[in-house]
């Protein structure tokens, strides 16, 4: 991992270091990069000595020369690197009257005006171009920018030395070419240079791409990195120019299957879904179950001897026997849900008078009463009276200690509500 740190840092460092040269103006000829970098040299040396000043005075951040020199910064230094001859004469000219009005009229007449004489005068451009007679901060950042700027004039001086000479030396070799009087060829030179320098920015920011793309995804597989390597190399699966993109098809591989999982189990869901919905369909608005049975003797007799009726006889004579599944939650029984014989899911019959206007209710009990306990809001509390409710948690069975009394009524056979079915839990 440091290992690949140093070459990130290395490659970084190329690319802003071809950026930078990248950014440099054409210039023509010897003369252009005196103008160019004396002016611009000017201009950064007024800045370093601001920040010598400050360092050594006692100003606070909020001070007015502290505000002149962040605003002196912003606007003609912060992208001087990005700015050609025309760009850097045009803040020449305005530099004077902004330290007049930013608090650095000092600054204006004892440095920034004798570097421009000693410009206008051509002279040598070299350390004693750029001295000074103060010692604030002890010129720590003046001596720093004088040495950076006379590198980078001296830098683009050598380049027109040695084109110089190439073209002497063409000229003695073909005395019959005549000298190019607007000296186009080091503009040439600068353009071959340039594209170089970006190639080089190219090939080097491609590179770091790639290791650091590299690096983060094997840090993001830290697990499953030998997984996939391993499964790329015994399998003999397609081969790629670099391994992490075979581990990321790998990735997108599982990705896709996974996704088949998930969806299976979505239709598993759906399908599971539909079987609930057909059994719910099996009850009818009011929560009774309808349930389609089969004639099985051996059970309907099973479940008949199981009950246990304890029937109070009244006055009326009984004609016809109906049997329901379980009431409506206002304690009535629907005359169409009625059934002529005992079903595995009915709990009550009724049994009508001659005239068919009155009957008895009964509860059956039998092996499903557990159910009706379950859900004795449905089952039990719209006809019946519970003696020991208290009970319900422990109990097992229903035992009807006496019958309750219906009336007929449009399509219905309602609850007489003073004469419920009385039950008891056990």
């Not at 460092?13 to 252009?32: A, H, M, N, Q, Y």
């Not at 597989?221 to 993109?245: A, D, M």
């Not at 009774?288 to 051996?298: G, V």
Request: charge should be positive; hydrophobic fraction near 30%; glycine fraction near 6%.
């Amino acid at each position: 991992m440091k290992t690949r740190s140093k070459y990130a840092v290395t490659l970084l460092f190329w690319v802003l270091l071809s950026s930078t040269l990248c950014g440099r103006p054409i210039l023509k000829d010897s003369t252009e990069v005196y103008n160019y970098w004396a002016k611009r040299g000017i201009i950064e040396m007024v800045y370093s000595y601001m920040q010598d000043y400050l360092a050594t005075v006692d100003t606070t951040k909020d001070s007015k020369e502290s505000k002149g020199a962040k605003a002196f910064r912003s606007n003609f230094i912060t992208d001087i690197d990005d700015k050609g001859i025309t760009e850097i004469e045009k803040d020449f000219l305005e530099i004077y009257q902004f330290l007049i009005n930013n608090n650095w009229k000092s600054t204006g007449n004892k440095i920034f005006q004798p570097l421009i004489e000693k410009s206008n005068q051509h002279s040598s451009f070299d350390e004693q171009f750029f001295s000074v007679s103060t010692t604030y901060n002890g010129n720590k950042n003046w001596n720093a920018k004088r040495k950076s700027i006379l590198k980078e004039c001296d830098f683009d001086l050598k380049k027109f030395k040695k084109q110089s000479k190439a073209e002497q030396g063409g000229l003695r070799n073909n005395p019959g070419v005549a000298e190019n009087p607007d000296n186009t060829k080091p503009t040439s030179m600068n353009q071959i240079d340039k594209f170089l320098y970006f190639l080089v920015g190219l090939i080097a920011g491609g590179l770091l791409i790639i290791m650091y793309s590299k690096d983060r995804i094997y840090s993001i597989l830290s697990t499953e990195r030998n997984v996939y390597s391993e499964s790329l190399i015994k399998y003999g699966e397609k081969k790629y120019l670099f391994k992490y993109i075979g581990i990321v098809a790998k990735l997108k591989e599982r990705k896709d299957d996974k996704k088949k999982e998930i969806c299976n189990l979505k239709n598993e869901i759906n399908q599971l879904k539909s079987e609930i919905e057909k059994a719910n369909n099996k009850y009818d608005g009011s929560g009774k179950e309808l349930i389609d049975t089969k004639d099985d003797e051996t059970l309907e007799k099973k479940t008949v001897s199981n009950v246990t009726e304890w029937e109070v006889v009244t006055e009326i004579d009984s004609t016809e026997t109906i049997y329901f599944t379980i009431p409506e939650s206002d304690g009535s029984f629907k005359i169409i849900n009625g059934k002529k014989s005992k079903e595995l899911d009915c709990f009550y019959k009724i049994e009508t008078d001659k005239n068919n206007q009155k009957g008895r209710l009964f509860f059956i009990s039998g092996d499903y009463d557990l159910r009706a306990l379950d859900n004795i809001d449905y089952y039990l509390n719209p006809v019946c009276e519970i003696e020991n409710i208290s009970d319900r948690s422990h109990a097992k069975e229903i035992i009807m200690i006496k019958n309750g009394t219906v009336v007929f009524s449009g399509d219905n056979w309602n609850i007489d509500a003073k004469n419920k079915v009385k039950i008891k839990l056990k």
